[in-house]
């Protein structure tokens, strides 16, 4: 089940950087996924996180915004995720864009974003969606099928196309404030290319011979594969 990667003359170096810092490096690597025809969703990624019983869970996500502020995702504040940030806001992000061979894996702390913003999100969305969000009580056992789409047929009927829905109280957007950054290119050889950027001020100390100074607060520095 090896798949080969990029070969040896494809590297990604420290000179090869578009920005150096970690927002403008990402901006550049997603806008090359989302050119790759063989990336469905380049905003799809991996959120990571841990309540305070220290058992972590996984799920797939989609990235609705960022910027230097932090990066922007919706759920529901009563799912496990929900609760887990609740109790820990310590978070982990992966994006994996495997034509491109390429990965970028980002740590950081959620916070809730504002309900202003998050209505005006959620009233950006297909009717249907809103609809599924007032609906769904995410993660919690449902009787049936039937019963769960008879739920969501009454809310239809209760909110036609032309009213507005009401924002679920358990419902709302996250902003990760980044930490940081690693920008992974797989090679062949498995010497895969690894850096990472990090907040100045999180360092215990600045190591000149394997540390440089970025951008905007960031440090960057290349790991061992």
């Given at each position: 089940?090896?798949?080969?990667?990029?070969?040896?003359?494809?590297k990604?170096?420290?000179?090869?950087?578009?920005a150096?810092?970690?927002?403008?490096?990402f901006?550049?690597?997603?806008?090359?996924?989302?050119?790759?025809?063989g990336?469905?969703?380049?905003?799809?990624?991996?959120?990571?996180?841990?309540?305070?019983d220290?058992?972590?869970?996984?799920?797939?996500?989609?990235?609705?915004?960022?910027?230097k502020?932090?990066?922007?995702f919706?759920?529901?504040?009563s799912?496990?995720?929900?609760?887990?940030?609740?109790?820990?806001?310590?978070?982990?992000?992966?994006?994996?864009?495997?034509?491109?061979?390429?990965?970028?894996?980002?740590?950081?702390?959620?916070?809730?974003?504002?309900?202003?913003?998050?209505?005006?999100?959620?009233?950006?969305?297909?009717?249907?969606?809103?609809?599924?969000?007032?609906?769904?009580?995410?993660?919690?056992?449902?009787?049936?099928?039937?019963?769960?789409?008879?739920?969501?047929?009454?809310?239809?009927?209760?909110?036609?196309e032309?009213?507005?829905?009401?924002?679920p109280?358990t419902?709302?957007?996250?902003r990760?404030?980044?930490?940081?950054?690693?920008f992974?290119?797989?090679?062949s050889?498995?010497?895969?290319?690894?850096?990472?950027?990090?907040?100045?001020?999180?360092?215990?100390?600045?190591?000149?011979?394997v540390?440089?100074?970025?951008?905007?607060?960031?440090v960057?520095?290349?790991?061992?594969?």
């Open positions: 089940m090896r798949k080969p990667y990029h070969p040896p003359s494809v990604f170096l420290e000179s090869e950087l578009h150096k810092e970690p927002i403008g490096q901006e550049s690597w997603l806008e090359d996924a989302k050119q790759c025809s990336i469905l969703e380049p905003n799809a990624m991996l959120i990571g996180t841990c309540g305070r220290c058992k972590p869970s996984v799920r797939p996500m989609l990235l609705k915004g960022f910027c502020a932090g990066f922007i919706f759920t529901n504040y799912s496990r995720k929900g609760r887990d940030l609740e109790e820990n806001p310590f978070i982990a992000m992966t994006f994996y864009w495997e034509p491109l061979r390429r990965c970028v894996r980002i740590e950081g702390k959620a916070e809730k974003i504002s309900r202003e913003d998050t209505a005006s999100y959620f009233h950006s969305r297909p009717h249907d969606s809103q609809i599924a969000a007032v609906c769904s009580k995410q993660g919690q056992p449902v009787p049936s099928y039937q019963v769960l789409h008879a739920q969501y047929d009454s809310l239809k009927n209760k909110y036609p032309d009213t507005l829905v009401p924002v109280d419902w709302g957007g996250f990760v404030i980044p930490e940081m950054f690693e992974w290119q797989g090679q050889n498995r010497l895969h290319d690894r850096i990472t950027f990090r907040r100045i001020e999180t360092l215990d100390k600045f190591e000149p011979e540390m440089y100074e970025g951008e905007d607060g960031w960057y520095t290349r790991l061992f594969p």
